[in-house]
């Protein structure tokens, strides 16, 4: 069975600064994606990055990057020049590239940033 | 696109009373998730419908959850006998099905509190 693991509860970063959140995962299919989702306080999840599995070349999305190492099976994430709008828990997920498209996601990390 | 929309967003029930959630899918996903989410933890995958089919469901769908997707459009979770161990965030999700579009939007959630 797939797995998803985020081993930091929490932390914290200051304001401008960069800060890298962890994701390991477990699977042995060969096709898949992977995603970071950002769900600030009471209100809904969002996309911040994808990662598709056959690509070598890390996903960025202007501040946001992924560090992928497939044979490693780990999905860090860089935030960089951080801002207070960061702050919200973040999820790392899996999904298979095929059936269901079902994710299993992690338990999450809760990003404060310090003004 | 407008989003995927949830209602209620809150919900107070007494244990073993029946309550339904209904969940609008931005228009033409064809795609349909139910998550659970409790506190500290990432979300669980329910079950999932593709049009008006429903083709997967989780263990964790005991026989008191039924879901149903009338018309492929709008989805409803109904939950009856509730117990406490309901309390939890559910939370819906669509995608399409064709094209690179492995991405899963996310609704707002409805929180429930089984008292």
């Known amino acids: 069975a797939q797995t998803v693991t985020q081993s930091q509860p929490e932390m914290s970063v200051q304001e401008a600064e960069t800060v890298t959140l962890s994701c390991t995962y477990d699977?042995?299919?060969?096709?898949?994606?992977l995603f970071w989702y950002k769900q600030p306080p009471s209100r809904q999840m969002i996309l911040v990055i994808r990662?598709?599995?056959?690509?070598?070349q890390n996903a960025t999305e202007n501040r946001f990057s992924v560090n992928f190492q497939k044979a490693a099976k780990s999905f860090s994430l860089k935030i960089s020049d951080s801002q207070l709008g960061d702050a919200a828990m973040y999820f790392c997920?899996?999904?298979?590239?095929?059936?269901?498209?079902?994710?299993?996601f992690g338990t999450g990390t809760r990003l404060k940033v310090l003004a | 696109d407008t989003g995927v929309s949830q209602n209620p967003r809150h919900k107070i029930t007494k244990r073993g009373q029946n309550v339904t959630f209904r969940c609008d899918p931005i228009?033409?996903?064809?795609?349909l998730y139910w998550y659970r989410q409790t506190l500290g933890q990432g979300p669980e995958f329910l079950t999932y419908?593709?049009?008006?089919?429903?083709?997967?469901k989780s263990r964790l769908l005991s026989d008191r959850f039924s879901a149903e997707r009338p018309k492929g459009s709008f989805s409803t979770l109904e939950i009856q006998r509730t117990e406490q161990g309901d309390s939890a965030m559910y939370l819906c999700?669509?995608?399409?099905?064709?094209?690179?579009?492995?991405?899963?939007?996310f609704g707002p959630g409805t929180r429930l509190l089984v008292l």
């Open positions: 999700a669509s995608k399409r099905s064709s094209g690179n579009q492995e991405t899963q939007y």
């Open positions: 699977t042995s299919e060969s096709d898949y994606y």
């Open positions: 990662q598709e599995a056959y690509k070598q």
């Open positions: 997920a899996y999904t298979r590239a095929s059936g269901t498209y079902k994710y299993i």
């Open positions: 228009s033409e996903h064809n795609r």
């Open positions: 419908f593709q049009n008006e089919a429903q083709l997967e």
